[in-house]
């Protein structure tokens, strides 16, 4: 009898629950059914240079900018670490076609003296309160290098005795600009050293803002503590969008190892969204607060397999950096980065999958 009255209790707290309040706390999204399959125009391939590293947003213009990376084929996959720049494309639907328009950062001017920054790499473009910002990494050596054996070095990669030293100076920087067409400025200082549950460098950010009206970046490090090349994920938190981050102590995850976040906040859900890659599917983690994560309801999203309405579908070897594009609140675009070796000849391109 007390088991019967027990349950009609928490059946009557249910029923008379606020829906939005009980909303709140399930996780809804499911990006695997919004999947399309693409066409041609949703394929952003250069002949002379990789693309990589993508995010999209929507200008006071109506139109809808790539921001990426790229850096010149001629120097091998392996120049990411140290030729790297930042380009700017641009279309009328946020699904593409995307034309070139210009590169926005290129810290490749000149011969670099030490300590100079080397390479911008994993751009993500925000607009926070009336400017944009543009989030990016980038590396320097302590002594003077020229280009010719920056090249050598992407060409040898890991091998390469520079390429450790590359590797553990890479950092999280942060450029602004009052449009998107208008002129970046660059802080010459990183936005976080590595702390608490990561450590070597700071890598990947992805940044949203939240209900509480703060910001929450996750980036990635080398685990500490371990003797086996592990990563870690750290969120940190500020109220301000370019300074002033803290590290917090608990670890965005630690079991799966995952790569190249992006994170949203979910106005209606009242929580926090983050897709990532973790080598063989593109992952989905939500949280209420910003800092606690779990697995989504939905989690994994997609594997490394992507439909096309026209031809066979795109099998790649690797599929990485995942950006949601949110429109309205609504998840509209998913771009990846695909990596194709065929005969011994790379190809790299970004895809940007229509979501229903």
């Not at 790569?259 to 926090?272: A, G, H, P, T």
Request: aromatic share 12%.
């Amino acid at each position: 009898m007390k088991r019967i009255l027990f349950s009609n209790f928490i059946l009557l707290i249910i029923l008379f629950m606020p829906q939005k309040a009980f909303s709140q706390q399930i996780d809804h999204l499911n990006i695997t059914n919004k999947i399309q399959p693409i066409t041609e125009d949703n394929i952003f391939r250069d002949t002379d240079y990789f693309n990589w590293c993508s995010s999209i947003i929507k200008g006071e213009d109506g139109k809808y900018h790539l921001i990426y990376s790229r850096w010149e084929r001629s120097i091998g996959f392996g120049a990411w670490l140290t030729g790297s720049k930042i380009a700017h494309a641009v279309a009328d639907a946020p699904e593409g076609p995307y034309r070139y328009v210009n590169t926005i950062i290129d810290l490749d001017q000149q011969i670099h003296k030490s300590g100079q920054l080397i390479t911008a790499h994993n751009p993500k473009i925000k607009y926070f309160d009336g400017k944009y910002y543009l989030y990016f990494i980038s590396t320097h050596l302590d002594r003077d290098i020229t280009r010719d054996e920056l090249n050598q070095t992407a060409n040898v990669a890991y091998e390469h005795p520079n390429w450790k030293p590359l590797r553990e100076n890479q950092r999280t920087y942060v450029a602004t600009s009052n449009g998107i067409d208008g002129q970046w400025v660059i802080n010459p200082n990183p936005i976080l050293e590595p702390s608490g549950p990561i450590t070597t460098l700071v890598v990947n950010p992805a940044i949203t803002k939240g209900g509480d009206r703060r910001f929450y970046m996750i980036v990635k490090g080398d685990k500490p503590g371990t003797t086996k090349f592990e990563r870690n994920q750290a969120i940190a938190v500020s109220n301000f969008p370019d300074k002033e981050f803290i590290i917090q102590s608990k670890p965005v995850i630690e079991e799966w190892d995952t790569e190249d976040v992006s994170m949203w906040y979910d106005i209606d859900q009242k929580r926090y969204y983050a897709i990532f890659h973790a080598h063989t599917y593109i992952g989905l983690m939500t949280s209420l607060n910003g800092v606690d994560w779990s697995k989504a309801a939905n989690f994994e999203i997609m594997k490394k397999r992507i439909e096309h309405q026209n031809r066979a579908p795109i099998s790649p070897d690797r599929m990485e950096r995942p950006y949601v594009f949110i429109e309205n609140n609504i998840p509209s675009v998913l771009s990846l980065a695909v990596k194709t070796n065929n005969n011994n000849i790379e190809d790299t391109y970004i895809v940007t999958i229509p979501l229903k």
